[in-house]
């Protein structure tokens, strides 16, 4: 599967933005797909994740309530909604999918990665 994040940009802050995650297979309704940033600096962390089937989203729990996580199999999409934005959200946000249930906050569990897009939130 391979996969495309794009909907980044510059926001100031307060702003919202969405960013899309496109994949090249209508396959990707079979896995689990997560998101996650890298700040300049700073190792990868997780934002959000949601289940195959659309059931479950998790949050890293600085952006429980700010973020969400949705997705569109029929359309081979996976969404993330980003409110009341902050300046230290700007990273580097990538979609990655995974085909193994649980661990959704671990890097390591997921096979597929896209090339990530780039958040800039300015104060």
């Known amino acids: 599967v391979q996969l495309q994040a794009s909907g980044g940009g510059l926001v100031q802050a307060g702003g919202s933005l969405r960013l899309s995650c496109a994949a090249s297979e209508r396959t990707l309704s079979r896995y689990d797909v997560g998101w996650f940033r890298q700040a300049p600096g700073k190792e990868r962390e997780f934002v959000g994740a949601?289940?195959?089937?659309?059931?479950?989203?998790y949050y890293a729990d600085s952006m429980k309530g700010r973020f969400t996580v949705s997705r569109d199999n029929a359309e081979k999409m996976v969404y993330l909604q980003m409110n009341s934005l902050k300046p230290e959200d700007t990273a580097v946000y990538y979609c990655?999918?995974?085909?193994?249930?649980?661990?959704?906050?671990?890097?390591?569990?997921?096979?597929?990665w896209g090339k990530g897009t780039l958040v800039t939130v300015s104060s």
């Open positions: 990655a999918a995974k085909w193994n249930a649980g661990d959704y906050g671990a890097a390591s569990q997921y096979n597929y």
């Open positions: 949601i289940t195959w089937n659309d059931r479950t989203t």
